[in-house]
């Protein structure tokens, strides 16, 4: 059975990448040479009268993987839609290496971000390599570069062995690792990842946390969003603290713990003096 007969929409709506274009990394893609990779600038966004993000700002600098960290319902998710271009309407300022970045309106600066959203958006019905090619072409990898892109994209995702079977007869970790390797498929400089290893098992999250080792070493700058402390404290360079839709505090583990007053502590103890509340409760 074809592809275009296998698969109707849907998954996360086509990925919401169908704008998304490839684009070939380099100098190019770089106006500022010395401007953090991403500043955030007084970002506010709005659903109907409910203000998810206020107010926030942070900058994210290049090759860094920056830890985004809050309780449900903090905006982590509505500033990661706004950078990848699927919110628009918001109020403040984004910055792409010193230059004014409007992703939902522009293909090209879309094309800049890779985003791995929390909800998975595969096709059970197509086996991994025809996932892969699918997004492929709706991203606009060259097509001379295609099979190469998928070699190494299943690779990451250690699913070379499977990559014939459905996705249907994945566990929940691989799923995970394709739905990541997908968001790096046209090699975006920088990489949005929502809380990727939730409801996975301690493999797969250790085979994450591997495949984020490679995409820096592939010069991709990432940023993490997680609920879990350990992850934060082990995988991020810097980790800013997010509360009712502002940004409290950023900087390494050490420098939010002096800015918190408690020098050495950990970032449970640094987030619940910085926010009144544990990082899983709601609301």
Known sequence: MSITKRWRTSPATMRRRSMIRFHTPGAACYPGAVAPLLEV???????????????????????EVFGLLGP????????????????GRFGGELLFAGAP????????????VGLVPQELALYEELDARENLALFAALQGVPRERVGLAIDAALQLAGLAERARDRVK???GGMKRRLNLAIGDLHEPPLLLLDEPTVGVDPQSRNHVFECLGQLQQKGRTVIYTTHYMEEAQRLCDRVA???????????????????AGVPGADLETVFLRLTGKALRDEP
């Open 41 to 63: 600038r007084g970002l506010r966004y709005a659903y109907g009268e409910r203000l998810a993000v206020r107010s926030a700002a942070l900058q994210v600098e290049r090759g």
């Open 72 to 87: 449900n319902g903090a905006g982590k998710t509505t500033l990661l839609s706004c950078v990848a271009g699927l919110l």
């Open 101 to 112: 970045f409007r992703p939902a309106a522009d293909d090209g600066q879309r094309a800049l």
């Open 169 to 171: 007869t994945y566990s």
């Open 241 to 259: 603290v997010m509360h009712e839709g502002t940004v409290l505090a950023a900087g390494t583990a050490a420098e939010l713990a002096e800015r």
